[in-house]
Nanobody, 126 residues
């Protein structure tokens, strides 16, 4: 089993920045891609960005392109999501997920991910 734990969420003013982290632990014996999703109350979990196991590939959804940056430190089993120019519409619970089956790419579908974190709340005030 693999456990994922997000941290770094909180309250930030519009226009500000925040970095959330995702640490993986447990039985990790193979490479994995990591994706970030977010979900507002009453809505489906939305894909934001993903990074391949070796950081050579990243992918961003249009709504965050140019504002968010994903990176990873495999020595620390940690993936970071740096969020800049935040606006109130970015207020959501942010989830990270690990994909072992699609480790070479940047999967965008929820079903491509094998393990999920519990989420961290990000709130952007206007």
């Amino acid at each position: 089993q693999v456990q994922l734990e997000e941290s770094g969420g909180g309250l930030v003013q519009a226009g500000g920045s925040l970095t959330v982290s995702c640490v993986a632990s447990g039985s990790i014996f193979a490479p994995y891609a990591v994706g970030w999703f977010r979900r507002a109350p009453g809505k489906e979990r939305e894909f934001i960005t993903a990074i391949s196991w070796n950081s050579l590939s990243t992918y961003y959804t249009d709504s965050v392109k140019g504002r968010f940056a994903i990176s990873r430190d495999n020595a620390r089993n940690t993936v970071y999501l740096q969020m800049n120019s935040l606006n109130p519409e970015d207020s959501d619970v942010y989830y990270c997920a690990a994909s072992f089956s699609r480790y070479y790419g940047t999967p965008t579908q929820r079903n491509d991910y094998d393990f999920w974190g519990q989420g961290t709340q990000v709130t952007v005030s206007s």
